[in-house]
């Protein structure tokens, strides 16, 4: 018998940026999308950005996701405009009830908010609930061999992901991930999405602790793992 979906995850906002690094303090939002999702994965409204990020994007970038300097000075719109669009939608998702569903979540929220910090962008004291389905695969298969980047994932759970590294199509695999694992596990999550994301919290730190002792075992005795979730 398949499980029913959890109630918190019949709707969901699913968030995703493409970014010109991977240091979260420095790099910039090249493009976003925020997709509400219904109970079947269905989109059922989406925003896009594609941003002027107002710095050179690394050719190392652009070959991930395909944005050059060129494109996003020619159709992006400017930084400051498009991070207080992205913060203001995501914000409007949570006022209306529903959850932020980000693969990684520590990454793109924290560069977003150092973003919105640099173009003046007024920034919530509280980002909640969010989910993470990388912390939930982790937590509820931690046994299982092999990467955990949103593409190996959403093959194990039987998601499609087109384009990888577009920042919709990673946005709306999340969230049908984060359905996915909803349903499967549903008799041993919690019943309310705050609940969730409050034990979400726990695990990211228990599961960063332990892979720091295995870096600090195997590799670097000095290697150290964050483990704040949502944000970094």
């Known amino acids: 018998m398949t499980n029913a979906l959890p ?7 699913v968030f995703d940026t493409e970014t010109t690094g991977i240091d979260t303090g420095q790099a910039r939002v090249v493009s976003s999308t925020i997709a509400l999702l219904g109970g079947s994965g269905e989109v059922i409204e989406r925003y896009d950005w594609l941003i002027d990020p107002g710095v050179e994007i690394p050719q190392a970038a652009a070959n991930v996701h395909g944005i050059t300097t060129e494109v996003a000075r020619a159709s992006g719109v400017n930084a400051a405009v498009g991070v207080s669009q992205i913060v ?6 949570l006022d209306r009830g529903v959850p932020i569903v ?3 979540a520590p990454f793109d929220l924290s560069l977003l908010r150092a973003e919105a910090q640099r173009h003046g962008v007024t920034w919530p004291g509280v980002i909640a609930p969010v989910i993470d ?9 931690r046994f299982r061999k092999g990467k955990r980047t ?4 959403a ?6 992901l087109g384009l990888a590294h577009d920042a919709g199509e990673d946005a709306i695999a999340a969230g049908k991930v984060a359905q996915a694992i909803a349903q499967k596990y549903a008799s041993v999550l919690p019943g309310e999405v705050m609940d969730l994301h409050q034990q979400q919290i726990g695990w990211a730190a228990a599961q960063a602790a332990n892979f720091q002792e295995y870096m600090r075992r ?3 005795p000095g290697f150290v793992a964050s483990g704040d979730w949502p944000l970094r």
């Open 7 to 13: 109630l918190w995850a019949e709707k969901l906002a």
């Open 88 to 93: 203001a939608q995501l914000l409007q998702m």
């Open 102 to 104: 980000a693969y990684n």
């Open 133 to 141: 389905p990388l912390i939930l695969d982790k937590q509820f298969d």
């Open 150 to 153: 949103l593409e190996v994932v």
């Open 155 to 160: 093959a194990h759970y039987g998601v499609p």
């Open 218 to 220: 195997v590799k670097d």
